[in-house]
């Protein structure tokens, strides 16, 4: 086993560990706002936009820049790990010249995203400097501190059942993962969704595979039909009932598609309980597959080129 695999190993492992020491904010005041990342953050916004019956609107920083009025009369949130994401910043600087409270949801202090806010809320976890370089953490403990932001209630003692719920499932199916494939597709309904986009934004930077997050209603229209015998799809379930929507379409698709997997939580029914689940669920499917493929870093770190042109695009 690879250095970096260990690493990713401990990191996986170790959340519920990190997450006890988590200390979530109080709920926000009003009853309405505005979530605004990009990537994974995009995915963490997306998410409160639907936990919050869609009160809270997701956005991405581009959307502020092309259209600004969207700012007023609302709280606008702004996500991102680093706090160094240009659009960001941009965005953060136009709600100050519209004069609507911003907040800087971010890990590192100081940054410039915190320095263009009004109020920063810094995630409290043990930074730990010889992380594996997944963002899985940061990803985690961020979807939970805006989960009390808006109101959800959270409840990290139980953190440990829903880790090893998510990780017989996956072990489970583990046995059965190729080592190639053509495109990962992750599908979800409702709030498990905006996870199914994160876990195909984590198959991208971890392995460089072919990888789309799809709405469980979309992918009946038309994505269905470029299915392929090689593609391996993961349904992310949100209710815990046998006869659920993604249930039966994944009973349905197995009988045709042998690479169909179904993941559904066993432990806890509240909203928390659900989304960290499906979080897990996605985190340790990267650890197996990263065990299987035996690769000894993160595929983004090995496209050095694209890895330089991304990070000028980004910051």
């Not at 959800?152 to 494939?181: D, H, M, W």
């Not at 379409?249 to 689940?277: D, M, Y």
């Amino acid at each position: 086993m690879s250095g970096w695999v260990s690493r990713f190993r401990r990191d996986v492992n170790s959340q519920t560990k990190y997450l006890q020491r988590l200390r979530p904010p109080k709920s926000m005041s009003t009853k309405s706002g505005i979530f605004v990342g990009s990537g994974d953050s995009y995915a963490c916004a997306l998410l409160m936009e639907y936990l919050s019956n869609h009160r809270m609107i997701a956005y991405h920083p581009s959307d502020i820049l092309n259209c600004p009025q969207v700012l007023l009369d609302h709280e606008i949130f702004f996500i991102s790990a680093s706090g160094r994401t240009r659009s960001n910043i941009e965005a953060a600087q136009i709600a100050r010249k519209f004069g609507v409270k911003t907040t800087a949801v971010t890990v590192c202090y100081k940054s410039p995203l915190e320095e263009v806010c009004n109020e920063t809320l810094h995630l409290n976890y043990l930074h730990n400097p010889r992380s594996s370089n997944t963002g899985i953490l940061e990803f985690t403990a961020t979807v939970i501190y805006c989960m009390a932001l808006i109101g959800i209630s959270i409840n990290l003692n139980i953190a440990g059942k829903i880790f090893k719920n998510a990780y017989e499932q996956v072990n489970l199916c583990g046995q059965n993962l190729p080592t190639r494939f053509q495109s990962i597709l992750f599908l979800g309904n409702g709030m498990s969704y905006p996870l199914a986009n994160y876990g195909a934004l984590k198959m991208h930077e971890l392995f460089g595979f072919r990888s789309f997050g799809y709405l469980l209603d979309d992918y009946y229209h038309a994505p269905i039909f470029s299915l392929k015998k090689p593609d391996c799809v993961f349904v992310l379930d949100n209710e815990k009932s046998k006869n659920s929507l993604s249930a039966n379409f994944h009973n349905k698709l197995r009988k045709t598609h042998a690479l169909s997997f179904h993941f559904q939580p066993e432990v806890g029914r509240s909203p928390f309980e659900k989304i960290l689940f499906s979080i897990f669920v996605i985190q340790i499917l990267g650890l197996i597959l990263a065990e299987k493929l035996k690769i000894d870093k993160p595929y983004y770190l090995s496209r050095k080129r694209i890895l330089k042109l991304s990070s000028s695009l980004i910051y």
